[in-house]
């Protein structure tokens, strides 16, 4: 049967007031009995800790410790500042000397405490080299400016391609190495054909858009771009293709027998060059075929 008592008491943990239906219950609620039960299991490891490792010694005490002969196990961890078990440790491991007197006292001469010392084995420091590389990283904000890329493009890279991650004062930051490579590779490849690029306001008269929308369809599908001098310039092909105002041509392919055959290159070079420069390729049925502009610029690439 449930209690019908109802007996007005204070939560122990939370100190507020709550309706108790037996005399014994002391908190409000089961997530305040939990924290009290948790507080109260700390308190009992830090007092234990403090009881095995931890004896409170006065400057005064210290120096008496110093004068003495034989010390306890409990005085040698105090006089050397370390904690009772490795006290312990160096007497098993042989490094100390110590004579048990009785099956619970262990007494250690002041003598073979400076022995252990004058017998320890200098430890020879190397400092760490100043002109040791240390892996560099981008910000989010770095990669923008020197990339021209916007928030969407650049997480959309960092998501896609698995860039590694750092994380400083709360901060993301990125692998340099890697950003470098993809950006080599993809501004490289997107912008190799590239022989129509105009500035934000010629667009904007050309195409009738505003300055807001041709920065946001930049960011969003990742137009080609390059700066000349104060000026960013743009694909103006991309743009009108991404608009649907021109059609997108189809890219021309080598089989991989012609492309070989073209270059005089065996099957393992050829993947293998298709793999460093990201030159693109499909399969049709059984075969390989390769993007047949990237493969020829990079066999006889342009010269401006």
């Not at 299991?41 to 010694?57: F, G, L, P």
Request: glycine share 2%.
């Amino acid at each position: 049967m449930s209690s019908n008592l109802q007996i007005e008491k204070t939560c122990q943990w939370c100190k507020k007031t709550f309706v108790a239906k037996t005399t014994t219950t002391k908190y409000c609620s089961h997530s305040c009995n939990s924290k009290a039960y948790k507080a109260k299991k700390r308190r009992e490891k830090e007092s234990k800790y403090k009881r095995q490792n931890v004896i409170d010694y006065s400057e005064q005490s210290i120096e008496i410790l110093k004068s003495r002969e034989f010390l306890k196990v409990a005085e040698a961890s105090a006089l050397l500042g370390l904690s009772r078990q490795t006290v312990y440790n160096l007497i098993y491991s042989g490094q100390l000397k110590a004579s048990k007197i009785s099956p619970r006292i262990t007494l250690i001469k002041r003598s073979d405490i400076d022995e252990m010392f004058s017998n320890a084995k200098t430890l020879q420091i190397n400092p760490t080299s100043k002109n040791e590389k240390q892996p560099e990283f981008y910000s989010i904000t770095e990669i923008k400016n020197k990339f021209n890329v916007g928030d969407t493009w650049a997480y959309k890279i960092i998501r896609e391609k698995k860039i590694p991650r750092i994380k400083r004062k709360g901060k993301s930051y990125y692998s340099k190495t890697h950003v470098d490579n993809h950006f080599k590779k993809h501004l490289s490849s997107k912008t190799r054909e590239v022989n129509d690029w105009a500035r934000i306001d010629d667009l904007m008269k050309e195409l009738h858009m505003t300055e807001t929308a041709i920065y946001s369809l930049v960011s969003r599908v990742g137009i080609p771009k390059k700066r000349d001098g104060r000026h960013m310039l743009y694909s103006k092909n991309h743009i009108l293709i991404e608009r649907g105002l021109i059609k997108k041509e189809e890219p021309q392919y080598y089989t991989s027998e012609e492309a070989m055959l073209k270059y005089n290159i065996s099957r393992d070079s050829l993947y293998a060059l298709i793999k460093k420069y990201s030159i693109p390729k499909i399969k049709a049925g059984r075969y390989i075929k390769v993007a047949k502009t990237e493969l020829d610029n990079l066999f006889n690439p342009k010269v401006d």
